[in-house]
């Protein structure tokens, strides 16, 4: 299957700061990425929607502003937290779609986001 | 909204038997279903995917589209120890040659007893 990875891993960072995650799509290109978040027991919910060289589509509730992505190529998009802030302290995890073959998601093996 | 409803469990299930996960999804126009398995800590890794309405079986997992009554079930048979894990259904709006992000379920965990 496809490959998808994030850097870093794990963060820990103090409320105000800036946090940048990466996604690349190792072994193909990926003209759209989508991030998701995952708090403790719950479910994946889809933050935005990141298309190479345009602007990213944010679902509703979701301030972009604070949540920066950059699509600069094919294989990188990028998250930017912004001034974070304890309560941004989640489980983010984007995923990538083959695109030509289907709609099927591969997901990166997520940040684990802490904010003290 | 759209929604995707699972049973969170745990579910409990004997090594060997047939483990059975349900899932029911609000949007009609929902046209893609997913299953992952996510274990503690770790993304979601893909199973299966259906598009059509009956069954698609992949090795020990079969995976059952109703699209009238809006309902999709997993089947695991020979269920065994390494099987445990959160499960999580997911519905798209494409069914090839989309992009969308997806609607995820809250998951069932999953419990093989030895």
């Known amino acids: 299957g496809a490959v998808v990875s994030q850097h870093p891993s794990r963060v820990i960072c103090k409320s105000g700061t800036s946090v940048k995650i990466e996604c690349r799509s190792l072994?193909?290109?990926?003209?759209?990425m989508f991030w998701y978040r995952q708090f403790p027991k719950q479910s994946l919910m889809l933050m935005a929607t990141?298309?190479?060289?345009?602007?990213?589509?944010?679902e509703q509730g979701v301030e972009k502003d604070k949540f920066l992505i950059n699509h600069a190529s094919l294989t990188l998009s990028t998250l930017t937290v912004t001034s974070a802030h304890p309560e941004d302290s989640s489980f983010y995890i984007c995923?990538?779609?083959?695109?030509?073959?289907?709609?099927?998601?591969?997901f990166g093996p997520g940040t684990r986001l802490t904010v003290l | 909204q759209k929604e995707v409803e699972q049973n969170s469990g745990p579910l409990s299930v004997p090594e060997g038997a047939i483990a059975s996960l349900n899932c029911t999804y609000s949007?009609?126009?929902?046209?893609?279903f997913f299953w992952y398995r996510q274990y503690s800590g770790k993304s979601p890794e893909l199973i299966m995917f259906?598009?059509?309405?009956g069954d698609k079986e992949d090795g020990r997992f079969t995976a059952q589209l109703n699209k009238a009554s809006q309902y999709v079930s997993l089947l695991i048979r020979d269920s065994q120890p390494s099987d445990s894990a959160t499960y999580l259904c997911?519905?798209?709006?494409?069914?090839?040659?989309?992009?969308?992000?997806?609607?995820f379920g809250k998951g069932t965990h999953l419990i093989i007893q030895p």
């Open positions: 995923s990538a779609i083959v695109q030509g073959a289907s709609d099927t998601q591969y």
């Open positions: 997911a519905a798209g709006m494409y069914s090839g040659g989309g992009a969308d992000g997806l609607t």
């Open positions: 259906i598009y059509s309405n």
């Open positions: 949007d009609r126009g929902s046209q893609s």
């Open positions: 990141s298309n190479e060289g345009s602007k990213a589509t944010y």
């Open positions: 072994d193909f290109q990926a003209t759209t």
